[in-house]
């Protein structure tokens, strides 16, 4: 199972980095985004300094506070988009030629959320470079860790990181298989995009959120991802959770949408 899952895995791989506007939209989206969003929105102007970093989970600007969310949110717009080449080779007929081969229906899933997970973590590779760049740039706000910032919390983040791309893989390579067309999947992209992305802490303290919609931004996964990437970049006074509840309640939805995926692709692949 494991040959035929890498074999798959490099072929998505190849698909990805051979098309060369795919890389380069890889390096110019989180300039975009750092540049003109994290610049120009700039609530921490009406935030009284001495209360920077409780408001921004330990943040010293608001930069930093959202350069960090910006991970979470970038690896999970890769992860949603991670479903289209299984639409793609069904509409070409390769997926009917995996139907009959003698593999494991779970490796077409596990595949494409393998291929999804490196990619994901290539990519907030580069916008955490682009982030402690910036401070490098005259005019521009960059990226400030926290004093004593080492090597261990550089992996935990990347642990999170890593944990919330499987879990978002899972649920939208689940999505696709059971999907007809890239029309629905897009449509279905576009319906989960915006509440995952807003409903959350990732962009924007919730602190600044009613009770009804803070209520939900607590339990998003997305929040979660975000408030352990903070703990570990920042001295955070007021986190929203435990670092132990961020990183088990990620554990328990990646474990559980990959087993998901799984079971689901036998029953899809087999009646299509």
């Known amino acids: 199972m494991l040959r035929e899952s890498w074999a798959l895995t490099v072929r998505e791989l190849k698909h990805w980095y051979r098309v060369k506007i795919q890389i380069f939209m890889t390096l110019i989206q989180p ?126 983040m990347f642990f999170v990181l890593f944990l919330l791309s499987v879990a978002f893989a899972s649920l939208f390579t689940t999505i696709a298989l059971a999907v007809e067309n890239q029309e629905t999947l897009f449509g279905v992209i576009n319906l989960l995009n915006l509440p995952l992305m807003f409903a959350s802490a990732a962009l924007f303290p919730t602190a600044m959120m009613p009770d009804w919609l803070k209520t939900i931004a607590n339990y998003n996964p997305l929040t979660w991802a975000a408030d352990a990437l903070r703990q570990f970049a920042f001295v955070d006074p007021n986190p929203i959770h435990s670092m132990l509840f961020d990183i088990v309640g990620l554990v328990v939805i990646a474990v559980v949408m990959v087993g998901i995926s799984v079971v689901a692709s036998r029953r899809l692949l087999s009646n299509r």
């Open 31 to 156: 300039i975009v985004w750092l540049g003109l969003f994290g610049q120009a929105f700039n609530i921490g102007s009406f935030v009284p300094t001495t209360m920077i970093p409780t408001f921004f989970s330990g943040a010293p600007d608001y930069f930093s506070f959202m350069a960090l969310g910006m991970l979470a949110v970038n690896a999970l717009f890769t992860c949603m988009f991670s479903g289209m080449s299984i639409v793609w080779d069904r509409r070409f007929g390769f997926l009917n030629k995996l139907k009959a081969s003698p593999i494991p229906r779970g490796v077409v899933p596990f595949s494409r959320i393998m291929a999804t997970v490196i990619r994901s973590l290539i990519q907030v590779s580069i916008v955490l470079v682009i982030a402690l760049a910036f401070q490098y740039v005259p005019g521009l706000t960059g990226l400030t860790l926290k004093d004593g910032f080492g090597i261990v919390d550089l992996l935990g």
